[in-house]
């Protein structure tokens, strides 16, 4: 016997988050107020990490024509992470960034974002993104008010399902990408070819940056090392980093070691194997704009699955990516077609591929993932050399 609706309701409002319930009054309030204007333009929201960021960039160009609008007329809702590139990388279109994880858990910060979303009136609100969380992504969608409210069918789990069973049925349209696992880009594609109701075939990764000397005494050509990411699962070990700098620098190129707070750690060991003439310290002393100065002049990167790893590759500049399975062929490697011929990714296969990082074979959450340490050293060194003549 099926269930009265009203039956089904109460147990899907029963399954949700703790703090979906505390942010209740302040999205129930957000959805009475109005908007200061006539509704008009687009709001993008893309609670993205700034690898996600770089992959949907080059379909962003396809959202003009598509919606009929001017880029002044386009709104990118991001996060502060990336925003202080933003307005170089977004030229043309107006960007607002926030701190998404205040908004999932600070309810005045959450109230005082969705307002000013409210508030600017915008007359279509669009989300593509496949992995993203309700309490930031679809609430910032539903907090516009926007009369077309267009979203991506996400990856749906058991710990999400009553959140978006909750959250689906309130967009005017929701579009199918495919099924997991294809890659990011091939879905901001699909995702546009539905919204024009044609084939629109997806483009390799292109971003233009500015022009700008590195933070870096002159001297001799580099190759740029970053040996961190934001989970230490997902790096590959130091020691197999250093071997690889020793050989990159007996080719004559000098090694600029680069990386965040997380990697200051490291900072003794590094400095203790390199002479000063061969390498260069920039671990936390860059912003991210300098990262990217310094990452547009070298002759290669070498990198963990990370950002800058993508806008390397973006930028065009060999580079060489090292990954494990947690999202294989999600976000890398790229596929044949959309790779580009600067770009090399390195892997160690294993029958668990495809775990969302819920990996059972580390001893502790510091240790890498077994799939990125097995990455064998030789396998790398054999593939950078190609990128790699001597230095002059």
């Known amino acids: 016997m099926e269930l009265p609706s009203y039956l089904k309701q109460l147990i899907l409002l029963g399954r949700m988050k703790k703090r979906w319930w505390l942010f209740r009054p302040v999205d129930l309030f957000i959805s009475l107020c109005s908007p200061k204007k006539k509704k008009q333009g687009l709001l993008i929201v893309r609670m993205d990490g700034l690898g996600d960021m770089v992959l949907f960039r080059r379909a962003l160009e396809r959202y003009p024509k598509i919606f009929n609008l001017k ?40 109230f005082m974002i969705s307002f000013w979303v409210k508030r600017q009136g915008f007359k279509i609100a669009v989300c593509d993104t496949f992995f993203r969380k309700t309490l930031t ?59 024009s109701s044609k084939k629109i075939h997806p483009d390799q990764p292109v971003i233009s940056w500015r022009k700008r000397k590195p933070p870096i005494p002159k001297g001799r050509s580099f190759v740029v090392i970053n040996f961190g990411s934001n989970e230490p699962g997902r790096n590959w070990p130091l020691e197999n980093f250093l071997d690889i700098a020793k050989k990159i620098i007996d080719l004559g190129y000098r090694v600029i070691f680069v990386g965040s707070e997380n990697e200051r750690k490291d900072k003794s ?29 070298a002759k ?93």
């Open 137 to 195: 992504a679809d609430s910032l969608i539903l907090a516009s008010g926007a009369d077309q409210k267009i979203v991506s069918r996400p990856y749906i789990s058991k710990k999400n399902k009553a959140e978006f069973s909750y959250y689906l049925p309130k967009y005017e349209k929701v579009i199918s990408t495919g099924k997991h696992p294809l890659h990011e880009i091939v879905r901001h594609y699909n995702f546009l070819s539905k919204l």
């Open 269 to 297: 060991v590094i400095n203790g194997v390199f002479g000063k003439a061969d390498f260069v310290d920039l671990i936390d002393k860059t912003s991210l704009p300098q990262l990217f100065d310094t990452i547009k002049h």
């Open 71 to 110: 880029k002044e007329e386009i709104t990118i809702l991001g996060c502060d992470s990336w925003k202080s590139v933003a307005t170089d990388i977004f030229k043309g279109y107006n960007v607002k960034t926030i701190d998404e994880k205040s908004f999932e858990k600070n309810p005045f910060y959450r």
């Open 300 to 392: 290669a990167l070498v990198t963990n699955e990370t950002g800058p790893g993508h806008m390397s590759i973006a930028l065009g500049i060999p580079t060489l990516m090292i990954y494990g399975g947690g999202h294989d062929t999600t976000f890398v490697p790229y596929p044949r077609k959309l790779k580009p011929r600067n770009a090399l990714f390195i892997n160690h296969y294993m029958s668990c591929y495809q775990c969302l990082w819920s990996c059972p074979y580390r001893q502790s959450k510091l240790d890498p993932f077994p799939c990125i340490e097995k990455v064998d050293q030789q396998k790398v060194w054999k593939s950078l050399k190609n990128f790699l003549p001597k230095a002059n």
